[in-house]
């Protein structure tokens, strides 16, 4: 049993769905009188781990599938504002791919398909094939410039603006990109095109590692396999025979190699 302000996550082998929970909606009704509704039954759900204690769930930040194939997600990169639409929708689409498991025990079957995508994206980031606008940050400036100790990228970026002439307040949105050198932004809305040889590549490429391992990493070891027999986050726990086993050749989201060439010419479309 999970329980997060006004939410609960119940498991019961058995239990598919939603008239297998009934009974125990209305008996929490007529118990506490307050209303309560199914949102829905879970094929599988990961609750990821606590910044203090990696062995412990939490349960504001997970991403799951219903029954129906379709995915709920909560406090990962791709709910976040500020996370560029490329890396956004690379794990969004991670999560598509792994949704096409019918249940925990399946998702060894989808894995490697999950690491294939990964390893084309991060090459089309790599080898220049994503447009700039993918790659745009959304940040809020949270203060006035002149109260900024140490100005933040977002405050950064508005410094660029103003110069030319742009006024920002603080509670409003600013687009940038990541670049190389000092300042280490560019303020997307400047007049001058940004030059694309200095965009910092290996910053993307960490964002976009950290974004999939958000994913991918807790049921790694599950499909992976490793020091323990089941993994902590996925629920239901399942007992899944490793993908190493029987000669298969492990793959493993940690191999993903950072590398800090960037093409002069953007190509392709969206990914």
């Known amino acids: 049993l999970h329980m997060y302000v006004d ?18 909606l209305a008996d929490i009704t007529e118990r506490t009188g307050l209303p309560i509704s199914l949102d829905g039954v879970y094929r599988w759900v990961v609750f990821l781990p606590s910044r203090v204690n990696e062995r412990v769930p939490v349960p504001n930040r997970y991403f799951g599938v219903f029954q129906d194939g379709s995915i709920k997600v ?3 990169e791709c709910r976040r504002r500020d996370t560029p639409p490329f890396i956004a929708k690379t794990q969004m689409t991670i999560m598509e791919i792994l949704a096409k498991a019918e249940d925990a025990e399946h998702l060894k079957e989808v894995y490697p398909k999950a690491l294939a995508f990964v390893h084309m994206e991060m090459e089309a980031l790599r080898a220049g094939r994503v447009p700039l606008e993918k790659l745009l940050v959304s940040q809020k400036l949270s203060r006035e410039l002149c109260e900024y100790s140490s100005p933040s990228p977002a405050a950064r970026a508005v410094r660029q603006l103003q110069e030319d002439g742009k006024v920002v307040r603080p509670g409003q ?7 190389l050198g000092k300042p280490g932004v560019r303020a997307w809305d400047v007049p001058e095109p940004p030059d694309l040889r200095y965009v910092d590549v290996k910053r993307y490429q960490t964002l976009l590692k950290r974004a999939v391992e958000t994913v991918l990493a807790p049921i790694g070891q599950s499909v992976n396999g490793g020091k323990d027999k089941e993994c902590p986050y996925l629920f239901p ?9 029987g000669g298969t050749q492990q793959l493993d989201v940690h191999n993903l190699s950072p590398d800090h060439s960037f093409r002069n010419a953007i190509q392709g ?3």
């Open 74 to 76: 909560r406090g990962i």
């Open 7 to 24: 939410g609960l996550w119940v498991h019961k082998d058995g239990c598919k769905t939603p008239a297998d929970f009934e009974a125990l």
């Open 269 to 271: 479309g969206e990914h």
């Open 173 to 179: 949105r600013v687009r940038f990109l990541f670049t």
């Open 237 to 245: 726990v399942k007992n899944i025979k490793p993908l190493g086993e």
